[in-house]
């Protein structure tokens, strides 16, 4: 009897052992806790705030910079012109430019220091510069809008003048050539600008990287008649006629 109430002693005692062991170790992880909060609180209170306080300053004054700034734009600032599709390149000696600013704005036209043209936006913000004269080769010129007090940033505008005409050479058939294939039909060969336009007889033709051309024309009994006319980026053209005669095979 005395044996089976000791082992039954013996028995509830372990887990009670076991228990305040854990209690232990809880105690020693909460003592922990508190220490690491504490001295958190402490880094806080010397580093923190005042970090916090000088970030607070920096964007302060960030935010008065802008306000200032963007007060200053308003005042001062002019919205610079625009010119409507102005040419990059032409053959007229002199031409007429339009475009858009503030209404009642006051517009300069410029090459230079040399002050060219004068104009005064409408209500709608329109104005014109007309017979702006062209100097041969490249033009550089300046638009600026003024309220009276302020001018706006420039606008820059160049524009190419060119009065040559383009390069036109018909190297096949000749002017004269007398043609007697079975087929009725003659390739014109030749070569131009690679950046303009060619047509033989009203008709488009593709134009190589290289310059070259070929067209297949068919042709009539007799005489027949090619024009090309070969046209660059600034509107010059050249023009060139010859005529090939036509006569069936002998059968």
């Known amino acids: 009897m005395n044996k089976r109430r ?36 402490v880094a806080l209170y010397f580093i923190g705030i005042p970090l916090v306080a000088n970030l607070h300053t920096f964007w ?20 610079p012109p625009t010119i409507t599709n102005p040419p990059s390149i032409t053959n007229q000696s ?32 329109k104005f014109t510069f007309t017979d702006i004269l062209l100097a041969e080769g490249l033009n550089t010129f300046t638009v600026l809008a003024s309220d009276g007090s302020s001018e706006s940033e420039p606008l820059l505008l160049s524009i190419r003048y060119d009065k040559t005409p383009p390069i036109l050479t018909i190297e096949k058939p000749s002017d004269g050539e007398t043609i007697s294939t079975k087929e009725p039909q003659v390739t014109v060969e030749g070569i131009t600008e690679s950046t303009g336009t060619i047509m ?22 007799g005489e027949n008649k090619i024009s090309a006319i070969a046209k660059d980026e600034a509107g010059n053209e050249k023009k060139v006629e010859l005529t090939v005669l036509y006569q069936k095979p002998a059968e």
């Open 200 to 221: 033989i007889n009203d008709h488009q033709v593709i134009i190589e990287s290289s310059g070259k051309f070929a067209y297949r024309l068919v042709l009539i009994e």
């Open 60 to 79: 302060g004054n960030v935010n008065q910079t802008s306000i200032t700034s963007t007060t200053g734009d308003e005042i001062n600032h002019v919205a």
């Open 94 to 125: 002199s031409i007429t430019l339009s475009g858009y600013s503030t209404a009642d704005y006051s517009l300069a036209l410029r090459r230079g220091e040399t002050l060219l043209s004068e104009a005064e936006a409408d209500l709608s913000g």
């Open 6 to 41: 000791r082992r039954s002693l013996d028995y509830h005692y372990k887990p009670g052992t076991s228990l305040r062991e854990t209690e232990a170790i809880a105690y020693r992880k909460t003592a922990l806790i508190i220490i690491v909060t504490i001295g958190c609180l």
